[in-house]
């Protein structure tokens, strides 16, 4: 079969520079992410040397301040910058969504001489961020969580379990939601604590469908002491904080589904042309080229959807609701067009030889992680028609 190599993205961006970006964000896809993708997912091996080239380039604090190491680059061109780290290897798109989930608190809430003294390295020197609110309890109910935060003179001493955590084990530092009063989400405060804090460890990552080459695990935190300097917002703020954070990582989710849907995509065009059966190539048969067709329609609307929210956001205008309703369709239509891909190659699409069943097992952690699918219908529907009557 011939090798179709798949066309660029059509992108609109806003300036020179943004483009420019973009330029750097392929370059460095192509030649030191995708190639190695199949074969290190395969055997669960966390690129670090990647995450360390994207730090040295600049692109692990894209959304944020130039004054502390950011790139003061909005976040529609940011979200597109994920979307190419994303196809290239989601494990690559979906840790540097993390890793700015991780900086929101400090980056948002800190005050002037926490920004100072720890946000240069968290954007630019080469640190790498986890989050943690999950517990194995407190999944989408994150206001139960019970991991305690006790004051001690000028420290906190924290004690509990999070779960789920990206990055778990391997993060530098972690953005960590601890109980500090009263049941419910007004008795939370966030803290920014150090991965080598005496009483921190991580469990075994857990043993995942997909995105192997992602470790995640639980974390443990049993007496850690943290000084008050750490505390980010005030105490009782850190459930307020976490959703915040949790708007703008949605939009991240999103930009990383369309970047697997768009990879899925051009995999099965590069298939279907290819391969030929009575006597012309299968992308010439109407029930394929519809297929090929609803898959682009339903990525190209998805990115129209994430890019809309996002300019909100950059307009400081509100845009939860649609940060929700990204977050729902575009990975949604992952999961679709990794299934149809999958369809597409045939016998094929079921085996290792070809990256499509990949793409059908990573999809379907996009539906959950960061709030399920069923929590951004929640989430939507309170927005049109208020909250739950009890």
């Known amino acids: 079969m011939p090798d179709r190599a798949p066309q660029p993205v059509d992108r609109q961006l806003p300036t020179d520079e943004a483009r420019d970006l973009i330029s750097l964000v392929r370059d ?23 995450f360390t080239l994207l730090s040295e380039s600049g692109l692990l604090g894209l959304p944020y301040d130039s004054e502390y190491g950011g ?38 809430y800190g005050t002037k001489e926490q920004q100072i003294e720890h946000l240069p390295a968290m954007l630019g020197g080469g640190l790498l961020g986890a989050y943690c609110l999950s517990e194995p309890s407190s999944g989408s109910d994150a206001a139960s ?3 305690k935060a006790v004051r ?52 075994a990552p857990e043993k995942k469908m997909g995105m192997k080459g992602s470790p995640t695990a639980q974390v443990h935190f049993d007496g850690v002491r943290v000084p008050d300097d750490r505390r980010l917002g005030d105490e009782g703020q850190g459930f ?70 996002a300019r909100l956001r950059d307009a400081g205008r509100p845009f939860a609701k649609q940060a929700a309703m990204a977050k729902l369709h575009c990975t949604d239509t992952a999961m ?13 699409g079921y085996t290792a030889d070809f990256p499509a069943e990949r793409y059908m097992r990573e999809a379907k952690v996009l539906q959950i992680v960061e709030g399920t699918n069923q929590i951004q219908r929640m989430v939507i529907a309170r927005h049109l028609a208020g909250p739950e009557t009890r």
């Open 28 to 50: 460095i896809a192509q030649r030191e992410i995708a190639p190695k993708a199949a074969e290190e997912e395969d055997a669960g091996r966390f690129p670090r040397e990647v």
């Open 240 to 309: 307020a904080i976490a959703l915040a954070a949790l708007d703008s990582g949605r939009l991240g989710i999103a930009a990383c589904a369309i970047g697997l849907a768009q990879a899925a995509l051009d995999e099965a065009v590069a298939y279907a042309t290819g391969r030929r059966q009575f006597g012309r190539p299968i992308a010439d048969f109407q029930g394929l080229r519809f297929m090929l067709a609803d898959m682009a329609t339903q990525i190209e609307a998805g990115r129209a959807l994430y890019l809309a929210a």
């Open 336 to 348: 679709r067009v990794a299934i149809d891909a999958v369809q597409v190659l045939g016998g094929y």
């Open 71 to 108: 790139g003061d680059q909005p976040y529609e061109v940011y979200l597109q910058v994920l979307e190419e780290l994303a196809a290239a290897r989601l494990t690559v798109g979906l840790g540097v969504s993390v890793h700015t989930l991780a900086s929101y608190a400090l980056a948002a």
């Open 145 to 147: 969580l019970r991991t």
């Open 152 to 203: 001690d003179g000028q420290d906190w001493v924290i004690s509990g379990t999070k779960a789920w955590i990206t990055h778990g084990g391997i993060a530098d530092f972690y953005t960590v939601m601890a109980r500090t009063g009263e049941e419910g989400p007004r008795g939370i405060t966030a803290f920014l604590v150090p991965a080598d804090a005496a009483g921190l460890s991580a469990a």
